[in-house]
């Protein structure tokens, strides 16, 4: 059977967090081990409640969700962090995409979508939900996310394989969907990844995802 997964969750509004423990029920497979009413509070939660996944407010009352992210990224075992965002919230996409948040998930997607989410990110794989991926990308594009000097290097410095195995992460697909769907291993998508983010001079999976968008390999909404 699989592990549950532990989540804390950190938003200010407690009725988004008691809507968030409906969903995350133990016999769908998590356990909520944490609440925090603000990102001030977070860091210590992680280290009293060692969860698998923050699940993050975008917008709270004394410190957001981009800079306690900050502060979980500098942590000796950082935390994957899912932010939960809204339409319009660009300023605070582009903030969390700099803190290294590891997935965006609309505050007003379904339950299954969140679960989806948070599976992803506690595996160390990346979600972004296809709503606000054009968001995401125009945050993206004022991200220190690639190397120094130049629009770097092109889709052609990739191999056929990578470039599908990049599309595929791209369109939302686990490394275990993606090894179905290309009938190889996880181990082998794994590395072709790491070629991908080698070759193409990213820091991780969420910019290789935005990289994809951005150079038309996939398109915001598309199949």
């Not at 339950?111 to 606000?132: H, K, N, Q, T, Y």
Request: net charge negative; hydrophobic share 45%.
């Amino acid at each position: 059977m699989t592990e549950v997964i532990r989540v804390l969750l950190v938003d200010d509004q407690e009725l988004i967090r008691a809507g968030i423990r409906r969903i995350l029920r133990p016999r769908r497979g998590f356990q909520v081990v944490g609440e925090c009413d603000d990102g001030d509070q977070v860091t210590a939660a992680v280290a009293a409640t060692a969860p698998d996944v923050v699940v993050m407010d975008a917008r709270m009352r004394r410190i957001g969700g981009a800079e306690a992210t900050r502060a979980l990224k500098t942590l000796e075992q950082p935390v994957p962090v899912l932010v939960l965002t809204t339409y319009d919230d660009d300023e605070v996409l582009s903030a969390a995409l700099r803190a290294g948040a590891d997935g965006f998930q609309l505050k007003e997607a379904a339950g299954e979508d969140l679960e989806r989410a948070i599976r992803a990110v506690a595996a160390g794989e990346s979600w972004i939900d296809p709503i606000v991926a054009g968001r995401v990308l125009a945050a993206y594009k004022g991200a220190p996310a690639r190397g120094p000097g130049g629009p770097g290097p092109a889709v052609e410095a990739l191999t056929p394989r990578e470039r599908e195995v990049l599309q595929l992460v791209a369109r939302g697909r686990s490394n275990s969907e993606v090894a179905a769907e290309l009938y190889i291993s996880e181990v082998t998508v794994k590395t072709h990844l790491g070629h991908v983010l080698t070759k193409l001079d990213l820091r991780d999976r969420p910019a290789a995802i935005v990289w994809a968008f951005d150079h038309g390999l996939v398109t915001p909404g598309g199949g």
